[in-house]
């Protein structure tokens, strides 16, 4: 069984960060050890707020420290990191994914670049995108930005597919093994599909899924560290890139469907568990590149 660190929020009530990322992974099969960057009550895109801590200082480093202390560090295939409460923390983080290739060279970084955006109204900390932008993606094996992540990683505007591609390039020529970019929103070719884009050094694959009609302000909060997740996940289980990603398109597909149909805010995750766990893939992704 692979083993994941995973370290993004909790939010009690709802689905982000961890709370939408770790059960996917643990019901696709994988050891999954959450750090929790923040506990608060729900995602930071309720119009009411929230309440809760962005967790102290220090703390993902002496979990990792207990961690090392058991010597289960060694044991870890991979670690996911993803919305942060502070900048501090991502220093942590790099920290620790030092620590974990030391103990297991084989060991991957994937980073979710959770970045605020008043187009995206997610609230995040100062300096996190400015700390994702140079030393998380220093650090990274596989990044996952949206459409606007994108963008703030690579410094550009960008209007269409190739030029989304283009973008991608430049970060696997710096270092980076893959870019799964979750949403390509205003770059995609079609207004009709929901667009996501894989590229590797191999080539580019476009994957797409239905359009729901969600309400305008109840788009459901968490998708892109449910793909996230559910990509690292296939990839650990042994699946080819492309693979992998046509089968986080179908599982995600199934959780939108569901959450849809239920007319639901939050992700309806545990409805949706088996298609998580077993994806019937509808459209295999086509290679554009
Ligand atoms: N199949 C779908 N139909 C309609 N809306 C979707 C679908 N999948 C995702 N979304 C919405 O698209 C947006 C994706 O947010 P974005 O910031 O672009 O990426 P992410 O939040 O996934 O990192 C969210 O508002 C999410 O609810
Ligand atoms: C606490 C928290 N975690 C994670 C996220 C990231 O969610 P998404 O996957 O929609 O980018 C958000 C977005 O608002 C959030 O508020
Ligand atoms: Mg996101």
């Not at 559910?230 to 179908?250: D, K, S």
Request: with cysteine; glycine share 6%; aromatic share 6%.
């Amino acid at each position: 069984m692979k083993r994941i660190i995973s370290i993004q929020s909790h939010v009690v009530y709802g689905c982000a960060g961890n709370s939408s990322a770790v059960f996917p992974m643990r019901r696709s099969g994988m050891d999954v050890l959450p750090i929790n960057t923040v506990q608060f009550s729900n995602h930071t895109q309720y119009a009411e707020g929230w309440k809760g801590m962005v967790m102290p200082a220090g703390q993902i480093t002496e979990l990792v420290q207990g961690l090392e202390n058991i010597k289960v560090l060694g044991t870890v295939d991979a670690l996911l990191s993803g919305y942060l409460g502070s900048a501090e923390q991502g220093e942590e983080i790099v920290a620790a994914v030092e620590k974990l290739k030391a103990a297991n060279p084989n060991a991957i970084y994937f980073c979710d670049p959770v970045m605020g955006h008043p187009e995206k109204g997610c609230i995040v900390a100062p300096g996190v995108s400015e700390f994702l932008s140079t030393k998380a993606l220093a650090a990274a094996d596989v990044i996952a930005p949206n459409l606007l992540e994108l963008e703030t990683l690579t410094d550009r505007v960008i209007h269409n597919l190739d030029e989304a591609i283009e973008a991608c390039e430049s970060l696997i020529a710096k270092g980076i093994k893959m870019v799964v970019v979750k949403h390509l929103s205003r770059a995609a070719t079609s207004t009709e599909k929901f667009e996501i884009l894989l590229v590797t050094a191999k080539g580019a694959w476009l994957a797409n899924r239905p359009l729901y009609e969600f309400a305008a302000n109840k788009q459901p909060v968490g998708v892109g560290d449910l793909i996230s997740g559910l990509m690292l996940a296939n990839l650990m289980a042994g699946f080819e890139p492309v693979i992998a990603f046509e089968r986080t398109n179908a599982s995600v597909d199934a959780v939108l469907a569901e959450t849809f149909k239920q007319n639901a805010y939050e992700l309806q995750l545990i409805l949706a568990q088996d298609a998580i766990a077993n994806p019937v893939i509808a459209e295999h992704a086509k290679q554009v590149k």
